[in-house]
């Protein structure tokens, strides 16, 4: 094997840790796996997922995709066998961020799946324009991190950075209630199917959209639901009132106020955020930074506020001094609100079209 092979570990071959180690080894990287069940990761080497079974202590990157009960013991076991970054897929992130205090820890969130299950339904795709989430900690290591963006960048992935505690608050609206209505939704039609059958047959391509998560794996959705109680139930209130206006709204027959609320929900619905994948349409921002341990994860918070997408990074250091360039590409569209941002901040941005 030459020694210019990146090298990866995976622990927890199961369908996003079988898709992560397809996705590198598409990109040339090697990539060794194990699990808990010894034989999920022999099936994942015979589906040629993985490259060899068992721990690389010379990986440079490791992911750790297990449940979260399971979550920090495996990030410690991880950090002891290998010598690079370590990063995680679970759902929540707040409790693991103040649990695991070590600069070659970042945790992460991929906001991907499928409605296939375990390793043999493993899907390099899946990440194909995917959100995937780093929440940094103060220990966090800051070109560790920069790497790790960029990995994830060159899989298909739209990275985004923020804190624990915001993350989990934010995946509460636009993951874990939603999980949770579909699943009370589906179990609504189940229920009065029993006395009146042909109702599921009725059932056509909007009621099977609104549902199709509801499919997921149950025991994943109990650790979700344990670690992030306080901000689901704290949404599933607010929906909750949500759902009792709309019910007066129909009730009333308040046709204006009906309106304006399928007004609002078609305008938000219809302006959800795309990627950017023309290179025509992006452009290099070049911010000098000093050796300040956190300029990165802060620089790229301050994207994720501001609504811009961070196509690719990288750090370019000086020969003298102590400072460097963070290099960020970014949607031409998007960077003038962004260089804004960043003056607001002290920075002293720059630009340069890409060639």
């Keep these: 094997m030459t020694k210019n092979v990146r090298r990866a570990q995976i622990v927890g071959t199961g369908l996003i840790g079988g898709s992560i180690a397809l ?3 598409a990109r040339g990287w090697h990539v060794t796996g194990r699990d808990i069940d010894t034989k999920r990761a022999d099936r994942a080497l015979e589906l040629d997922v993985l490259d060899a079974v068992g721990s690389d202590a010379e990986a440079e990157l490791a992911f750790v995709a297990v449940p979260a009960s399971a979550l920090e013991v495996e990030i410690r076991n991880t950090l002891r066998e290998t010598k690079g970054v370590v990063t995680d897929t679970g759902s929540v992130k707040t409790t693991v961020a103040r649990g695991v205090d070590d600069p070659r820890f970042i945790p992460g969130h991929p906001m991907a799946g499928s409605e296939q299950e375990g390793i043999d339904g493993a899907n390099q795709e899946i990440f194909d324009g995917a959100v995937w989430v780093l ?9 560790g ?6 990995t994830l960048a060159s899989i298909g992935c739209d990275v985004v950075t923020m804190a624990p505690e915001r993350h989990d608050a934010l995946v509460a609206i636009v993951s874990h209630v939603p999980h949770l209505t579909a699943a009370s939704l589906m179990c609504l039609a189940d229920d009065r199917a029993l006395d009146d059958a042909p109702l599921l047959r009725l059932a056509a391509g909007g009621f099977r959209d609104m549902t199709r998560i509801a499919a997921g794996h149950p025991e994943i959705w109990l650790d979700i639901c344990e670690e992030n109680r306080d901000a689901i139930v704290s949404v599933l209130d607010e929906f909750s009132d949500r759902i009792s206006n709309v019910r007066e709204i129909v009730a009333h027959s308040d046709r204006a106020g009906l309106t304006d609320l399928l007004s609002q929900a078609r305008k938000a619905r219809t302006n959800l955020p795309s990627r950017y994948v023309r290179p025509q349409e992006l452009v290099e921002v070049r911010i000098p930074i000093p050796d300040e341990k956190g300029q990165i994860a802060n620089i790229t918070m301050l994207a994720a506020d501001c609504e811009v997408n961070v196509a690719d990074i990288e750090v370019a250091h000086s020969a003298e001094g102590t400072q460097g360039v963070l290099v960020l590409v970014v949607a031409e569209a998007e960077v003038q609100r962004f260089l ?12 340069r079209e890409l060639a």
């Design 23 to 25: 996705a590198l080894r």
């Design 135 to 143: 929440t940094p900690t103060p220990a966090s290591d800051d070109l």
């Design 145 to 150: 991190l920069r790497d790790l963006q960029t």
């Design 340 to 351: 804004a941002v960043l003056a607001g901040q002290g920075y002293r941005p720059t630009t």
